[in-house]
């Protein structure tokens, strides 16, 4: 995604005449994500599951984009390449945000096989899947950018979210496999590490005051962060300031892992 001075950008972050494709952007980080994207000049398609996607829809009109809404569970594979095939054959799809995660917070010795298989499958290989089918037309191209949303989690084993560290690592994996495959076809594939945000997916965490407040004190600025911080590193990634990033799971935490 070359920056052309005189193509109608006028820094190298602008994604005016782009187009986005986000997972799970109905709420928390992905609607940051989206929105972000948006300010940035982006159209955006928002791929996520019925009816979830309205007021990120909504606030995306009201800064004059184009939005389209698509319906899609990520964990559903064959779903995944037909949303895909059906989405890039209207429109080209620059920029892929791999956002729609879940979490399962149990002991290891409890986790079940099925609840190991809906984290994964969502985190992981729909995610995989997303980057391939969306990909596919990028490496034709000869331009795109992928970003995927990892975790701290991509490098630490966590408290009882066995399946979750997996797929989060496995995250940083395919990162960093794909960008290998795919920077000399003018493909850049990236991913984000956020710290503790403050989203429904934390929310169990901030409800416990003892665990609360012991994560507080571990992160050096001080706070939690705020699904807009993610977005900027999001933009960022998706834009032509980057063209030169490969392969990078940029962690964005408050300082957490300095510590
Ligand atoms: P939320 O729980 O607030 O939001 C998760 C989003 O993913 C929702 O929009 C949800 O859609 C969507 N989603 C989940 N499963 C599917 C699916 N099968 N198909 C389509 N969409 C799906 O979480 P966050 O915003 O906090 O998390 C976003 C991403 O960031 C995740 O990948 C998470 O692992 C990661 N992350 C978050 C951190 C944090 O501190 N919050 C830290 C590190 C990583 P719906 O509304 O339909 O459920």
Redesign the pocket.
């Known amino acids: 995604m070359t920056h052309t001075p005189g193509a109608g950008r006028t820094s190298p972050f602008d994604l005016t005449g782009r187009c986005a494709a986000v ?9 940051a994500v989206a929105i972000g994207l948006a300010e940035a000049g982006a159209d955006l398609v928002l ?3 019925p009816g ?1 996607q309205t007021a990120t829809e909504k606030a995306i009109r009201e800064l004059g984009r184009d939005v389209e809404v698509v319906d ?4 559903d594979l064959g779903a995944v390449e037909r949303v895909a095939a059906e989405v890039t054959r209207d429109r080209q799809v620059d920029i892929l945000v791999n ?5 399962d917070r149990e002991d290891a010795v409890a986790v079940t096989e099925e609840a190991w298989s809906r984290v994964v499958d ?2 992981l290989t ?1 995610l995989f899947f997303l980057c391939q089918a969306f990909g596919r037309p990028m490496v034709e191209r000869g331009h795109g950018k992928i970003v995927s ?5 991509s490098f630490q084993g966590g408290l009882r979210v066995a399946s ?1 560290a997996a797929s ?1 690592h496995a995250v940083a994996g395919v990162t960093k496999a794909l960008a290998n495959e795919w920077a000399p076809r003018g493909v850049q594939v990236n991913a984000i ?10 929310a169990p965490l901030r409800a416990d005051a003892d665990r609360s407040r012991s994560i507080l004190e571990r992160i050096p600025a001080g706070r939690w ?1 705020d ?1 807009q911080d993610i977005a900027g590193a999001a933009v960022f990634l998706s834009s032509a300031a980057a063209d030169y990033v490969n392969g990078h799971v940029l962690v964005v935490d408050g300082g957490w892992m300095a510590r």
């Open positions: 997972t799970g952007a109905g709420r928390g980080l992905g609607q791929l996520g599951r979830s899609l569970d990520v964990a956002n729609a995660g879940i979490i969502t985190n729909g949303i990892a975790s701290l989690l979750y989060k590490a956020p710290g503790y945000i403050a989203t429904d997916n934390t962060g699904p």
